[in-house]
């Protein structure tokens, strides 16, 4: 019904139509966006545990834990995200080849990052950094670019996959 109203108003008003190619400019794609969220996930999470910790909770805790809980939320969403356009809009037929098992990795890290929207538990969220690592090794892979992985400088203090740039 609201399909035909708007195809209608568009043949009296000539609707201008706008095109688009992708979501962030060719060949602009890296996955650390997505590897920074998945750490943020499990940081977040040692914040609100935190603040559980305490024995009693005022209402400036319960705030914080409030604001916690929306930025890990946040944090979870910019992981599938990140990880949509780089799978939907950089991978095709040749990444495909060299990583066939990226549908799985990139579902598998959609329900994961949904298990963190819904839940506290740290493990949980290690595990969305762990297969976002995946992720990135594989998109690096598809780059030519050899990966390592090191310990972040930051908390969670967690192992994460870096590009290998000085060749």
């Avoid at 962030?24 to 910790?53: F, G, H, M």
């Avoid at 005022?58 to 409030?66: E, F, K, L």
């Avoid at 950089?90 to 598998?108: I, R």
Wanted: glycine share 4%.
């Amino acid at each position: 019904m609201m399909h035909s109203v708007i195809k209608t108003l568009d043949k009296v008003i000539g609707f201008q139509t706008a095109q688009a190619h992708c979501d962030i400019p060719c060949k602009i794609y890296d996955p650390s966006t997505a590897q920074l969220a998945a750490l943020s996930c499990v940081r977040l999470i040692d914040l609100i545990v935190e603040l559980e910790a305490k024995e009693a909770l005022g209402v400036a805790d319960i705030a914080q834990i409030s604001r916690l809980v929306s930025e890990k939320e946040t944090a979870s969403s910019e992981v599938k995200e990140a990880v949509r356009i780089i799978w939907g809009d950089y991978f095709k037929g040749p990444q495909f080849e060299q990583v066939p098992n990226a549908h799985a990795l990139t579902h598998s890290i959609m329900m994961q990052a949904s298990k963190c929207k819904q839940t506290v538990d740290r493990e949980e969220a290690e595990k969305l950094v762990e297969l976002v690592n995946e992720f990135a090794e594989a998109f690096w892979l598809t780059k030519g670019v050899a990966t390592y992985r090191s310990t972040c400088p930051y908390p969670p203090l967690l192992e994460v996959v870096y590009p290998d740039l000085k060749g």
